[in-house]
């Protein structure tokens, strides 16, 4: 057997009146360091319901839903931890500065049951008053008037939704469309579909 040398021998005595090298986790607490990629968590103050996040998503760990129950519509975005492999996508490319989604200090996420690994955020969406077809999530076209300024007024569904804000009454009530569609249902909240159908009726009447 070979005598230990000097050099490790002394590193051995040191060791024992030096501080160990790794944290004393799960004793302490541990505090990671400032970007550290951890748990991803919606804002639900802050998240427009656009769902880029979820389609950026590489591990498919966000998925994005849409619901309709009558005269309510609900999108709804869920996060499963489990499945995350925690890259950053979702919070780099949210359209809302970054704020919709981030990542968290949080990484010690062990759960006891399926389904306890998520968190969701609902947004309110806006249908076609014609065909009921899914136009977006409210805030997220809210958020595209502000970015885009009085330019919104250009665009048919966003200048319905300048109405709303501004509380400006429109002649056509607001429940569903009923009957053929006219040059006048533009002016309400339609799908592009069905903008195309109204200008091409009303030009077949006058023909």
């Known amino acids: 057997m070979r005598k230990p040398k000097i050099r490790e021998l002394g590193e ?25 990629r951890g748990k ?57 500065d970054k704020l919709g989604i981030k990542l968290t200090k949080e990484f010690d996420i062990a759960y006891f049951k399926q389904g306890e690994d998520t968190h969701s955020v609902e947004h309110e969406l806006i249908l076609c008053q014609g065909c009921g077809r899914v136009i977006g999530a409210k805030k997220h076209l809210i958020w595209t008037i502000r970015k885009i300024g009085h330019l919104s007024f250009a665009q048919g569904i966003l200048l319905n939704i300048n109405q709303q804000i501004l509380q400006i009454s429109s002649e056509i009530p607001d429940e569903k469309i009923k009957g053929p569609l006219n040059r006048t249902h533009i002016f309400k909240i339609i799908c592009p579909q069905c903008r195309r159908e109204s200008f091409l009726i009303d030009e077949n009447i006058k023909d």
């Open 40 to 96: 991803p968590q919606f804002n639900s103050e802050k998240c427009v319901g656009c769902g880029a996040c979820a389609i950026v998503c590489p591990a498919g760990a966000i998925k994005l839903e849409d619901s309709i129950d009558g005269n309510k519509a609900v999108r709804r975005l869920t996060h499963y931890a489990g499945i995350c492999i925690f890259c950053g996508q979702c919070e780099a490319n949210c359209i809302a």
């Open 12 to 36: 051995a005595v040191r060791s024992i009146f030096s501080k160990p090298y790794t944290t004393r986790f799960p004793r302490v607490p541990h505090v990671p360091f400032e970007r550290f």
